[in-house]
């Protein structure tokens, strides 16, 4: 599933070739793509709506229009596409906006989503959709004392703690155990057992991992974006079998809330009270 840096990345791509084009109409080709409003409803407010810019929270890529808010989450498989010329429907795509510039030149953006899991919602009141996200992990609000405080506060594994949106927003499977691998933490410790020396490695683990996955564009892995090269400078994440880079113990595949988990037994002892 796309996490933060790979929605980050996309978001950054086709900002500069979708601000301040009209959309000039809407072929929805899969009907539960669109959460809300219905498809015939989507069709008639999107039309004619200019997209002022595009941003991103959590996993959530949002294109600002002038009266509304279009919010995309990619869920498994999905991507997507600004493609120069008329509008051409390619296999999975699930959603294509016609688009017009300033000049006359056409181009669409399309939702291509092989699974079907993905999810477009159109409103005037994204705070409805987002409100209930925990901070963003690269935000002013992230901060050691905070991680530590609202790790103190709750009783839960750190692996799936992290996994929770409601928690901290943007993170998944991937750069979890990428964090946790570098910040010396097991996934399966329990957060009220963090002491703040650990708190501040996680935090600054987090924002490290975070970054490096923006610099190398996301990672290619697990889904249909291409662009990504994060997957070639993996710690843990699906190497389990190798050796690990930093003690060169041979690096395991658990389970953790029902997810697969890579772990260092070295580097990440799991500390039972």
Same mark, same amino acid.
């Given at each position: 599933?796309?996490?933060?840096?790979?929605?980050?990345?996309? =978001?950054?791509?086709? =900002?500069?070739?979708?601000?301040? @084009?009209?959309?000039?109409? =809407?072929?929805?080709?899969?009907?539960?793509?669109?959460?809300?409003?219905?498809?015939?409803? #989507?069709?008639? @407010?999107?039309?004619?709506?200019?997209?002022?810019?595009?941003?991103?929270?959590?996993?959530?890529?949002?294109?600002?229009?002038?009266?509304?808010?279009?919010?995309?989450?990619?869920?498994?498989?999905?991507?997507? *596409?600004?493609?120069?010329?008329?509008?051409?429907?390619?296999?999975?795509?699930?959603?294509?906006?016609?688009?017009?510039?300033?000049?006359?030149?056409?181009?669409?953006?399309?939702?291509?989503?092989?699974?079907?899991?993905?999810? *477009?919602?159109?409103?005037?009141?994204?705070?409805?959709?987002?409100?209930?996200?925990?901070?963003?992990?690269?935000?002013?609000? #992230?901060?050691?004392?905070?991680?530590?405080?609202?790790?103190?506060?709750?009783?839960?594994?750190?692996?799936?703690?992290?996994?929770?949106?409601? #928690?901290?927003?943007?993170?998944?499977?991937?750069? =979890?155990?990428?964090?946790?691998?570098?910040?010396?933490?097991?996934?399966?410790?329990?957060?009220?057992?963090?002491?703040?020396?650990?708190?501040?490695?996680?935090?600054?683990?987090?924002?490290?991992?975070?970054?490096?996955?923006?610099?190398?564009?996301?990672?290619?892995?697990?889904?249909?974006?291409?662009?990504?090269?994060?997957?070639?400078?993996?710690?843990?994440?699906?190497?389990?079998?190798?050796?690990?880079?930093?003690?060169?113990?041979?690096?395991?595949?658990?389970? *953790?809330?029902?997810?697969?988990?890579? *772990?260092?037994?070295?580097?990440?002892?799991?500390?039972?009270?």
């Amino acid at each position: 599933m796309p996490e933060l840096p790979e929605v980050e990345t996309i =978001a950054r791509s086709i =900002a500069p070739h979708v601000a301040g @084009r009209k959309i000039v109409s =809407a072929d929805v080709r899969w009907a539960r793509t669109v959460a809300t409003p219905s498809p015939k409803k #989507f069709r008639e @407010r999107i039309k004619g709506q200019r997209i002022l810019g595009v941003t991103r929270r959590a996993k959530y890529l949002i294109l600002k229009l002038e009266d509304y808010n279009l919010l995309i989450h990619l869920r498994m498989s999905g991507d997507v *596409v600004v493609r120069k010329g008329k509008m051409q429907a390619k296999k999975h795509d699930r959603l294509i906006l016609a688009l017009r510039g300033e000049r006359g030149e056409e181009s669409s953006l399309a939702f291509n989503d092989t699974r079907k899991f993905g999810r *477009v919602w159109l409103t005037d009141d994204p705070d409805s959709i987002l409100g209930k996200l925990g901070p963003e992990p690269l935000g002013k609000e #992230f901060t050691p004392k905070w991680l530590y405080e609202n790790l103190r506060r709750r009783n839960r594994q750190l692996k799936p703690l992290l996994l929770d949106q409601n #928690f901290l927003a943007g993170i998944g499977n991937i750069y =979890a155990d990428e964090s946790l691998h570098l910040a010396k933490l097991h996934p399966l410790g329990l957060s009220n057992a963090v002491t703040l020396k650990q708190a501040k490695a996680l935090h600054e683990a987090i924002r490290s991992v975070l970054k490096e996955g923006i610099r190398r564009n996301g990672a290619s892995i697990d889904w249909v974006y291409r662009g990504g090269e994060f997957q070639n400078y993996f710690r843990v994440y699906g190497r389990e079998g190798e050796p690990c880079s930093a003690c060169g113990t041979e690096i395991q595949k658990i389970t *953790v809330g029902q997810r697969g988990t890579r *772990v260092c037994p070295k580097c990440q002892p799991l500390e039972r009270k």
